[in-house]
């Protein structure tokens, strides 16, 4: 139970951290730009800590799910100024119009062209794409010690396993049936613990290029080179036919359209490998970064879909998809759980929740791009749509049409909050009632 809670506050701290350091990727440039900032806040809610060093109070809220800092004139005034509201015509008109009056408030006189709003695009997108490459730099950070400090799980080349024989993919067979072919390997006399130095003459280096050249060579009689006890041997090993299941790069099985899971046919010689730890070369990690990247988008694109399957496991009982969304709750209860698994060394609990901490910070810098508000993404996405109506104006000679008035997408922001707000409710109600089994 205490390597449990542990687990959990390392993951809290960890994620503080990467709050704060998102913060931080705001403050600096907009204190370079010369933007008065009122505060630099992490979590939501009551204050538990502030102090005021400058024009700015630093300080730590109750609820640490976010952060925040507040710059003077976030958004321009409405055309007949940015005063107290005068009337309200319905609800969404009066949150734009608070809005107005909010930012208005934060300009003090003789502070005008201190505002966000009368920066050049520039450098508004520059400070609010600061945060999400904050996160992208810890996540990079974050990805080489893993890969290249800790080094990862790989096949080796060295034989873990040698199958009697040769069964189709998805078979509960736990022994041999009378009529099953002799698996290639184990009729070529391969054994445990030989390691297969090369292949037809091309020297192998893991086994992932030893399964690659198997699967591509079915029928070709191959000479496999084996060292066994400092020995070198030289074994003719022939591929079978087999069909086998379709694997991902994560290592599990790729599954089609409605679900069944995918297979194709190729060579098969019936071995499987020993794993070890390898240290990989720093060119390795922004590739693996990058991978991250592309599986947070999926999920992104993909999350109506797959938070009807998280309600149908919360509600209905069915099983949560592990590589689907967890809430803050959820990547507590991972840390938690790798932190207590004594079944493994801690070294590898550590490595593993340096990974799990890269992976949250590569979801934060993903998230906060998508062009919404209040995501930082929908701030430079109301910047650039600006650049572009002036760029037009100047092209036809037109007037200029000033700011965006971000202030309309009040109306979409509040939707979107409550939106955010339902989810993050039954991500949590998902992950305590039916928590993802990480471990299988």
Same mark, same amino acid.
């Given at each position: 139970?205490?390597?449990?809670?542990?687990?959990?506050?390392?993951?809290?701290?960890?994620?503080?951290?990467?709050?704060?350091?998102?913060?931080?990727?705001?403050?600096?440039?907009?204190?370079?730009?010369?933007?008065?900032?009122?505060?630099?806040?992490?979590?939501?809610?009551?204050?538990?800590?502030?102090?005021?060093?400058?024009?700015?109070?630093?300080?730590?809220?109750?609820?640490?799910?976010?952060?925040?800092?507040?710059?003077?004139?976030?958004?321009?005034?409405?055309?007949?100024?940015?005063?107290?509201?005068?009337?309200?015509?319905?609800?969404?008109?009066?949150?734009?119009?608070?809005?107005?009056?909010?930012?208005?408030?934060?300009?003090?006189?003789?502070?005008?062209?201190?505002?966000?709003?009368?920066?050049?695009?520039?450098?508004?997108?520059?400070?609010?794409?600061?945060?999400?490459?904050?996160?992208?730099?810890?996540?990079?950070?974050?990805?080489?010690?893993?890969?290249?400090?800790?080094?990862?799980?790989?096949?080796?080349?060295?034989?873990?396993?040698?199958?009697?024989?040769?069964?189709?993919?998805?078979?509960?067979?736990?022994?041999?049936?009378?009529?099953?072919?002799?698996?290639?390997?184990?009729?070529?006399?391969?054994?445990?613990?030989?390691?297969?130095?090369?292949?037809?003459?091309?020297?192998?280096?893991?086994?992932?290029?030893?399964?690659?050249?198997?699967?591509?060579?079915?029928?070709?009689?191959?000479?496999?080179?084996?060292?066994?006890?400092?020995?070198?041997?030289?074994?003719?090993?022939?591929?079978?036919?087999?069909?086998?299941?379709?694997?991902?790069?994560?290592?599990?099985?790729?599954?089609?359209?409605?679900?069944?899971?995918?297979?194709?046919?190729?060579?098969?010689?019936?071995?499987?490998?020993?794993?070890?730890? %390898?240290?990989?070369?720093? =060119?390795? #990690?922004?590739?693996?970064?990058?991978? *991250?990247? @592309?599986?947070? &988008?999926?999920?992104? /694109?993909?999350?109506?879909?797959?938070?009807?399957?998280?309600?149908?496991?919360?509600?209905?009982?069915?099983?949560?998809?592990?590589?689907?969304?967890?809430?803050?709750?959820?990547?507590?209860?991972?840390?938690?759980?790798?932190?207590?698994?004594?079944?493994?060394?801690? %070294?590898?609990?550590?490595? =593993?929740? #340096?990974?799990?901490?890269?992976?949250? *910070?590569? @979801?934060?810098? &993903?998230?906060?791009? /998508?062009?919404?508000?209040?995501?930082?993404?929908?701030?430079?996405?109301?910047?650039?749509?600006?650049?572009?109506?002036?760029?037009?104006?100047?092209?036809?000679?037109?007037?200029?049409?000033?700011?965006?008035?971000?202030?309309?997408?009040?109306?979409?922001?509040?939707?979107?909050?409550?939106?955010?707000?339902?989810?993050?409710?039954?991500?949590?109600?998902?992950?305590?009632?039916?928590?993802?089994?990480?471990?299988?």
């Amino acid at each position: 139970m205490l390597l449990f809670v542990l687990g959990v506050l390392v993951m809290v701290v960890g994620l503080a951290v990467s709050i704060a350091l998102h913060e931080v990727g705001h403050l600096v440039p907009a204190k370079k730009f010369g933007v008065k900032v009122g505060q630099y806040m992490i979590g939501f809610g009551p204050t538990v800590f502030s102090r005021k060093k400058g024009e700015t109070e630093y300080g730590v809220k109750a609820l640490p799910l976010g952060g925040y800092i507040s710059m003077s004139g976030m958004f321009p005034p409405g055309k007949t100024g940015g005063g107290a509201r005068q009337s309200s015509t319905g609800f969404f008109n009066t949150l734009v119009q608070d809005a107005r009056t909010a930012s208005a408030e934060t300009v003090d006189e003789g502070d005008e062209s201190r505002t966000f709003y009368r920066l050049p695009v520039y450098k508004r997108v520059v400070i609010m794409l600061g945060g999400p490459f904050m996160n992208l730099l810890i996540a990079i950070v974050l990805f080489a010690v893993l890969l290249c400090g800790f080094g990862v799980q790989q096949a080796s080349t060295t034989v873990g396993s040698v199958s009697t024989c040769v069964l189709p993919a998805g078979s509960t067979e736990t022994s041999c049936p009378s009529d099953a072919p002799e698996a290639p390997a184990y009729a070529a006399g391969m054994l445990n613990g030989d390691r297969i130095v090369s292949i037809d003459g091309t020297t192998v280096t893991d086994g992932d290029q030893i399964t690659s050249i198997l699967q591509r060579s079915p029928g070709d009689t191959l000479d496999v080179v084996v060292d066994r006890d400092g020995t070198e041997r030289t074994l003719q090993v022939t591929p079978a036919l087999s069909e086998r299941y379709v694997t991902t790069s994560s290592g599990a099985v790729a599954t089609n359209p409605d679900g069944s899971s995918q297979t194709q046919e190729v060579g098969f010689v019936g071995i499987g490998f020993a794993y070890e730890k %390898v240290r990989e070369p720093v =060119t390795a #990690v922004l590739p693996a970064v990058g991978d *991250n990247i @592309a599986h947070v &988008v999926g999920v992104i /694109v993909t999350l109506p879909q797959r938070l009807v399957g998280v309600a149908q496991a919360a509600f209905g009982g069915a099983e949560r998809d592990p590589n689907g969304p967890v809430s803050v709750v959820g990547v507590g209860r991972m840390a938690g759980e790798i932190a207590s698994l004594d079944t493994i060394p801690v %070294v590898d609990r550590i490595s =593993t929740l #340096v990974g799990l901490l890269a992976s949250l *910070n590569v @979801a934060l810098f &993903v998230f906060n791009l /998508v062009p919404l508000m209040p995501l930082d993404g929908g701030h430079v996405a109301g910047a650039l749509i600006e650049a572009i109506r002036r760029g037009f104006a100047k092209l036809f000679r037109r007037p200029d049409p000033g700011p965006v008035d971000t202030a309309k997408a009040i109306p979409v922001t509040f939707a979107i909050v409550i939106l955010l707000g339902g989810m993050t409710v039954l991500l949590t109600y998902a992950d305590i009632v039916n928590p993802i089994d990480i471990f299988g």
